[in-house]
């Protein structure tokens, strides 16, 4: 059985070998890079299927690790942060890390969130390639999301997602007017317990800076204090 390919940047050769340890033994196949800047060689070499990254890194940070690698490739990223790096973390999610994990952590948290996120791109790829005779389209207003090709349409002009992005989108897209909580949408997407629901807050955020010309006055996605969010029916 072919391993999956683990990319683990992180520049504390303490921490990057206990979670070299902790994968190992679980099918997977690590390849160790000390900063972003090795990071991308090594992806180059090896083509991995998920990343794992520190944001405080020499050289290149995973910030702009991550930024560097989401111009071309879409693939799970999971960024690790200090508690002291809020701001960071939330700018890694912005530019496109699916998910982040606070240090200290324990290794097993770090592996069941590896396991959910390549069974997530795994169920998102198999629908990428999976061909039907029906296109899906949902259409609001002048948004536009094709469950078979993957796009995303905003008035004419296409429209870059990620994975999670772009499943979050659909979820709201085919429940027009619909309130989720952050616990639902969590769970109907990652379709696990909710772990933590800050990732939601911060993918919606950034889905209206893609469809919305002024997302702090939003014409698609609505919060509604105290419950959850919807997509306003137009």
């Known amino acids: 059985m072919e391993k999956i390919k683990v990319l683990l940047v992180e520049d504390e050769p303490t921490l990057a070998m206990i979670i070299k340890d902790t994968l190992d033994g679980n099918e997977f196949d690590i390849t160790l890079a000390a900063n972003g800047e090795e990071g991308l060689s090594r992806y180059a070499e090896i083509n991995p299927d998920i990343i794992v990254a520190d944001i405080m890194m020499p050289k290149m940070d995973g910030i702009t690790f991550v930024m560097k690698l989401r111009e071309k490739y879409d ?6 942060s200090a508690k002291s790096e809020e701001v960071d973390k939330i700018m890694g999610l912005n530019i496109g890390a699916d998910d982040y994990v606070t240090k200290p952590f324990r ?19 198999n629908m990428v390639k999976h061909e039907e005779e029906n296109t899906n389209v949902f259409e609001v207003g002048g948004l536009e999301l ?4 993957k796009e995303v349409i905003l008035d004419g002009k296409s429209i870059r997602m990620t994975p999670s992005e772009f499943k979050i989108l659909e979820l709201l897209i085919r429940n027009p007017g619909r309130v989720f909580s952050a ?11 909710a772990i933590n629901t800050d990732t939601i807050m911060v993918h919606v955020r950034n ?28």
């Open 75 to 80: 693939f799970p990223v999971i960024m690790l």
């Open 107 to 125: 290794p097993l948290e770090l592996l069941a969130r590896v396991n959910s996120h390549l069974r997530r791109y795994s169920r998102f790829l």
């Open 146 to 149: 094709n469950t078979d090709t």
């Open 183 to 193: 616990e639902e949408i969590y769970e109907r997407v990652w379709n696990e317990q």
């Open 207 to 234: 889905i209206r800076e893609k469809i919305e010309i002024n997302p702090k006055k939003p014409k698609y996605i609505k919060v509604v204090w105290g419950v959850g969010y919807k997509l306003e029916k137009q």
